[in-house]
């Protein structure tokens, strides 16, 4: 089933209606969009006057996320509306593979924290090339042949409970201090939670990042499998279960949930690893079959621009952090994009499968996994519930 969200605060349900019949209007030669099953459709009213047919997003990331993001975009571009479609990682790549090689309907931009997904499609010739422009100006210049390129990061962090009972000494800081903090945890609890890697690209990716810190890896899986880890399909339902209790310490959670739910008063601490960070970059690609090639190029060029750049360290600056520290670590965070071909690694399957089997080996009997069900509601209130998709 397929929902549809208006953004907009005299829109109900016949606006919503209205924006689903504009976004399907009239068909070209290769037919409509088609958005993957359980997609969310968000849909943000031009200021203005619109065109008549609104520009097509499809991704990954949350429209709460992106929100910031394209009512800025419609300041300046205020005739064009705009139709986000929001899926889970596997389901947008195999529906951007399948109009891309199949000849149908594509949207006229990705966005994903999935950056291996977009690499892999402008390998297989799906994407349009953008002025050399718009990949000079991305975050550390983080682009591939001018068609994928990086607007923002997101990182991976720690999440605890606020409280101090049942914590078994000082909140950890890195992920050494959190080996040991793991080893003093009582065996077979259940109260730590990360995510299930078999199920969640966005969990696989980090987990993959982990697994380059060879010193470290095989000691964090043998701490998290002897603690009875709990698995869970997404990041917001791991920072939902911490603040009611559920279990004390989440691990590889995705930042953006973390702060929003800190900003709006979850019981919960963040800590961003002080060692390293595995990190997801966030970035763009404009498909070849396009409708609005013009009107993506637009939003493109508006994504690494100083205003979006903005927004990105606004969101990644540690909530109660004094602002000149909270903003240089955001910068940190930002340097760190990167866009290369090595990202084709995440989708070896080889390498998959080997790093699945050392995972789920480490991970017997696991306590009760959580399914990839749609999210509750996210902690930030200026995030609509509505807009969430699981990740």
């Not at 966005?111 to 997904?117: K, N, P």
């Not at 909140?171 to 730590?192: F, K």
């Not at 310490?249 to 973390?258: G, R």
Request: a neutral charge; charged letters at 20%.
């Amino acid at each position: 089933m397929r929902r549809v969200v208006v953004f907009a605060a005299a829109f109900g349900l016949l606006a919503a209606a209205l924006a689903w019949a504009i976004w399907r209007a009239p068909e070209g030669p290769a037919g409509n969009f088609e958005p993957p099953d359980g997609a969310i459709v968000t849909y943000f009213a031009a200021p203005r006057q619109e065109e008549s047919l609104p520009l097509v997003l499809s991704g990954s990331i949350d429209a709460g996320f992106m929100r910031p993001f394209l009512l800025a975009f419609q300041r300046h571009q205020p005739t064009i509306a705009i139709a986000y479609i929001q899926s889970r990682s596997n389901a947008f790549l195999d529906r951007a593979l399948e109009t891309c090689h199949r000849g149908g309907r594509a949207a006229d931009l990705y966005l994903t924290s999935s950056t291996d997904h977009l690499v892999r499609l402008a390998n297989e010739d799906c994407a349009q090339t953008l002025p050399a422009a718009v990949a000079a100006a991305a975050p550390a210049r983080a682009s591939w042949r001018d068609q994928v390129i990086a607007f923002t990061v997101e990182p991976a962090v720690f999440v605890f409970a606020r409280r101090s009972v049942g914590l078994p000494g000082p909140v950890p800081t890195n992920h050494s201090q959190l080996l040991e903090w793991l080893r003093r945890l009582p065996a077979n609890e259940g109260r730590v939670g990360t995510y299930d890697v078999e199920a969640s690209a966005d969990g696989y990716n980090f987990a993959a990042a982990d697994s380059h810190q060879k010193a470290l890896y095989g000691r964090l899986l043998e701490g998290l499998g002897r603690s009875n880890v709990r698995l869970y399909c997404c990041s917001n339902v791991m920072v939902d279960a911490v603040d009611r209790g559920e279990i004390l310490f989440a691990y590889n959670v995705q930042l953006s949930y973390a702060y929003a739910a800190q900003r709006a008063g979850s019981r919960i601490r963040v800590v961003l690893p002080s060692d390293y960070q595995a990190l997801q970059t966030v970035s763009l690609m404009m498909p070849r079959a396009a409708r609005s090639p013009a009107s993506a190029q637009l939003l493109a060029a508006f994504l690494v621009s100083p205003e979006a750049r903005e927004i990105a360290l606004r969101d990644l600056a540690p909530p109660g952090e004094p602002a000149a520290a909270g903003r240089a670590r955001a910068r940190q965070l930002l340097a760190q994009a990167s866009v290369t071909p090595l990202l084709l690694s995440l989708q070896d399957r080889a390498r998959r499968a080997q790093l699945i089997h050392e995972w789920r080996e480490a991970m017997k009997g696991p306590a009760t996994a959580t399914a990839g069900l749609p999210d509750p509601a996210p902690a930030d209130p200026s995030f609509d519930p509505d807009d969430k998709v699981s990740r």
